[in-house]
Antibody
């Protein structure tokens, strides 16, 4: 059974870097065809695609975040991570990681982790 | 950021059928498969429908999906009290080169 679990700081100061990790169990993150996503939902807002990474390590980012975002694999720990620089209050959201099986077919998802950007 | 439009709420009595709509455009629903999810507060989203109308193992056939042009719908038949949750649609968007999501619909069982 594939399971994903997000981890990271719940509070980040404005202008700092947000780092989150998604630990994957039940499947190898570098198995052929694996696509791993980060998504988020800000309070009172809709769900938003942040970016994703293939099993090869190739990453793709939402254009609105591209210049602040890095997503990478850590195959030794079977996890993938994101770093978002220069955060502001608008980055406050619940952050989810998920496995993609094609198109907008995500299964499973992590439980989500709330990140608040505040001084 | 939501690109797909859903009604904010829907309701029905136990046993009734409820249908939730999801409106997109030619870059997303008009060209790509739709998925549907259910989510309770503080929990992980759960996949209900993928590829427009396919149910994953374990999802009862009370849940069905359909598409027509640039719109999609999710039907819940035989409504039960534990169907109360938020439901939202999702589709790949060719303009964004990423997935887009619906605004979400809260289902209430009266």
């Amino acid at each position: 059974q594939v399971q994903l679990q997000e981890s990271g700081p719940g509070l980040v100061k404005p202008s700092q870097t947000l780092s989150l990790t998604c630990a994957v169990s039940g499947v190898s993150i570098n198995s052929l065809g694996s696509h791993w996503y980060w998504l988020r939902q800000a309070p009172g807002k809709g769900r938003e695609w942040i970016g994703h990474i293939f099993h090869t390590g190739s990453a793709y980012y939402n254009p609105s975040l591209r210049n602040r975002l890095t997503i990478f694999l850590d195959t030794s720990k079977n996890q993938f991570s994101l770093k978002l620089t220069s955060v502001s209050a608008s980055d406050t959201a619940i952050y989810y990681c998920a496995r993609n099986k094609g198109d907008a077919w995500f299964d499973p998802w992590g439980q989500g982790t709330l990140v608040t950007v505040s001084s | 950021q939501s690109v797909l439009t859903q009604p904010p709420s829907a309701s029905g009595t136990p046993g009734q059928r409820v249908t939730i709509s999801c409106s997109g455009n030619s870059s997303n629903i008009g060209k790509n498969y739709v998925a549907w999810y259910r989510q309770l507060p503080g929990t992980a989203p759960k996949l209900l429908i993928y590829r427009n109308n396919q149910r994953p193992s374990g999802v009862p056939d009370r849940f069905s999906g359909a598409t027509s042009g640039t719109s999609a719908s999710l039907a819940i038949s035989g409504l039960r009290s534990d169907d109360e949750a938020e439901y939202y649609c999702a589709a790949w968007d060719d303009s964004l080169s990423g997935p887009v999501f619906g605004t979400g619909t809260e289902v209430t069982v009266l």
